[in-house]
């Protein structure tokens, strides 16, 4: 699934490639993706005339502030990525231009908005798992999904003190606990494991019995590892890709995520898999002690 440093990625990208442009139409062969309005009619007709005046991230989500008061709502969930280009209709599918676009990864087109100037925003999608909505702006920042996030932990505001308010009184393993996205937003299986092997923190040790020590390095560990991810544009050793259909670089950085097996490049030990809370865990068990 995509996480923080790749939807990020897919923002700046959006900001660049389709911030002032004025929806026409849209196609989909899943309609099920758009979730609001339940009428994939309803959501064409609302969509069309609006115009993309920024686009934001908020957790997981990509968030477009249109014109008239409406905000288009992304989640990617475990497969989908957002693509920008020009896609031609051919013996009944869409066909991109040569390039990156015409990765195999990203051929799973179920959703195409196509713009006033005949630009095009498309999403792939293999498990056809990822959510749509169009919402009234201030209904979307009053609702139970924005309102129940955590902090983002590439704010500047997002300081030690914070860090250690929103784990207080947390029970759960810290693995756990950093992708529950009330707690902090954004962090998912990827990134947690990778931040706890820079910490030096095992996967299974309680948030509440962390020490000041080891609360200090997780989160110097976040603010390391997610601007680093960023940098690079994110991880794509699986579906994700960058907006313009190209691999992020962060592959070559990891250090545990599913390296079971290998050795620690930091002490040799032999890199584990664990399961926490139904999630696979990767830590090395010489280094990240319990």
Not at 5 to 12: D, L
Request: charged share 35%; net charge positive.
């Amino acid at each position: 699934m995509p996480e923080l440093p790749e939807v990020e990625t897919t923002v700046r990208y959006l900001k660049k490639k389709v911030r002032g442009r004025t929806f026409f139409d849209v196609w989909s062969d899943w309609k099920k993706t758009v979730k609001k309005p339940k009428s994939f009619d309803d959501f064409k007709k609302e969509l069309k005339g609006k115009k993309i005046l920024n686009v934001r991230r908020r957790a997981k989500n990509v968030l477009f502030d249109l014109s008239e008061g409406k905000t288009l709502l992304v989640h990617q969930k475990m497969t989908g990525h957002l693509l920008v280009g020009k896609w031609k209709k051919e013996r009944g599918s869409w066909q991109p231009p040569q390039g990156p676009l015409s990765d195999k990864n990203n051929s799973y087109i179920h959703l195409i908005f196509i713009f006033k100037d005949g630009s095009m925003m498309a999403l792939s999608d293999l498990r056809k798992f990822a959510k749509v909505e169009l919402w009234d702006s201030d209904k979307l920042k009053e609702s139970e999904g924005m309102k129940g996030l955590g902090p983002e932990p590439l704010e500047k505001d997002f300081t030690f003190a914070k860090f250690k308010k929103q784990l207080k009184g947390q029970t759960r393993k810290i693995k756990q606990v950093l992708m529950d996205p009330s707690v902090i937003a954004g962090i998912g299986n990827i990134y947690s494991d990778e931040i706890l092997w820079e910490a030096k923190v095992h996967p299974l040790k309680k948030a509440s019995e962390l020490s000041e020590g080891e609360l200090g390095r997780i989160y110097k560990a976040i603010g390391k590892i997610l601007p680093l991810a960023v940098k690079l544009q994110g991880e794509s050793f699986s579906d994700y890709r960058t907006p313009l259909g190209e691999k992020g670089g962060y592959d070559d950085e990891r250090k545990v995520y599913r390296k079971e097996g290998e050795k620690c490049s930091r002490c040799g030990g032999e890199i584990k898999r664990i399961k926490v809370g139904g999630r696979s865990a990767h830590f090395c068990p010489r280094c990240q002690k319990i």
